[in-house]
């Protein structure tokens, strides 16, 4: 498709289960970012790809996140342990170039459900 | 980084009525960019309009228009004319310069109930 696809759209977990989102950027697309938020908040910035270059992974709110992007193409996002706190819609975004270029664009989410 | 500032978490108004959102935001960066992201019900994220803070002119797009003020940090975002399908969530946001994803900050977000 042409936009920034996600799946799985939602998932229920329990506790201490090992998830993982995953994210199809649009073809071409640098930039690529995963954003978290809670029922009702903003975006909480998680960690950022571009091109070939190291992450930013400075939003990772513990080592039980963590995330992979092989070059340009897809991107998958894991927590690990998931605690009832990590139930939020996980947002995926990607851009041509940096967050300069102007706008991002955004997938769906996955809506993750941690009993 | 900056700071984004949206003080009202929800507005309602009547169809066809204009609206304002308000957003204050705080950086040191001279050259920086502006945004109101909208996300309806499904969750997806739009771009609604741009600013370049360079750019005196304040950005239009048909319905949707900023009233953008350097000097006060503020960005507001008016929409005329609103339309039931404009009941979203709106996040304003400031981007510096130096791009990258730490030089990206969001908003809490306003929730924008359109009554028929």
């Known amino acids: 498709g042409a936009g920034v696809s996600q799946s799985p759209s939602n998932k229920v977990t329990e506790k201490g289960k090992d998830v993982e989102l995953r994210c199809d950027p649009i073809s071409g697309h640098t930039a690529l970012y995963w954003y978290r938020q809670r029922l009702g908040q903003g975006l909480e910035f998680l960690i950022y790809f571009q091109g070939n270059s190291a992450p930013d992974k400075s939003g990772l709110p513990s080592d039980r996140f963590s995330a992979e992007r092989t070059g340009e193409s897809v991107s998958t996002l894991t927590i690990q342990r998931t605690q009832q706190e990590d139930s939020a819609v996980y947002l995926c975004?990607?851009?041509?170039?940096?967050?300069?270029?102007?706008?991002?664009?955004f997938g769906e989410g996955s809506r993750l459900t941690v009993l | 980084a900056q700071t984004v500032t949206q003080s009202q978490p929800e507005m309602s108004v009547q169809e066809a009525e204009t609206v304002t959102l308000s957003c204050t935001y705080d950086t040191s960066e001279n050259n920086y960019y502006l945004f109101w992201y909208k996300q309806p019900p499904s969750r997806q994220m739009i771009l609604v309009i741009r600013q370049e803070a360079y750019k005196q002119q304040n950005a239009t797009e048909n319905r949707f228009s900023v009233n953008f003020q350097k000097a006060a940090k503020s960005f507001s975002l008016k929409i005329s004319d609103s339309q039931l399908g404009d009941t979203a969530m709106y996040f304003c946001?400031?981007?510096?310069?130096?791009?990258?994803?730490?030089?990206?900050?969001f908003g809490k977000g306003t929730h924008l109930i359109i009554q028929p």
């Open positions: 946001a400031a981007l510096d310069s130096g791009g990258g994803a730490d030089g990206l900050t």
């Open positions: 975004a990607s851009s041509l170039g940096g967050a300069n270029t102007g706008e991002l664009f």
